[in-house]
């Protein structure tokens, strides 16, 4: 049975967990650098933040291409905004709102 991991962007520090869950078949998330609510941010510094995360978890599916990379996005605090949609929407993200 595979899963989609929700992550934050601190991959970094668990590589080898991360790589076990890519290797085991689980799709990964993206789930922001932070884990706090970016509602209030404009378009351009959540698309800043969303890039930054994406980053974060490219090493670990490098075998995805970049669309099936960016498939899923779940927003910390499960709290979205129309700004954030309209860049999910433009970047590819289906958002996955679930707790």
Known sequence: ???RSSILAKARDCAG???RIVA???ELCNHMPHDRSYALLGEPAFAADLRAA???LAPYQPQLPPPSA????RPPMGAMS???ARV???EGYSPLLVD
């Open 88 to 90: 999910l929407q433009r």
């Open 24 to 26: 085991a078949g689980h």
């Open 82 to 84: 129309c700004a954030m």
């Open 70 to 73: 960016r498939t899923w996005f």
């Open 54 to 56: 994406e980053e974060s």
């Open 1 to 3: 049975v595979s899963a």
């Open 17 to 19: 967990l991360m790589r």
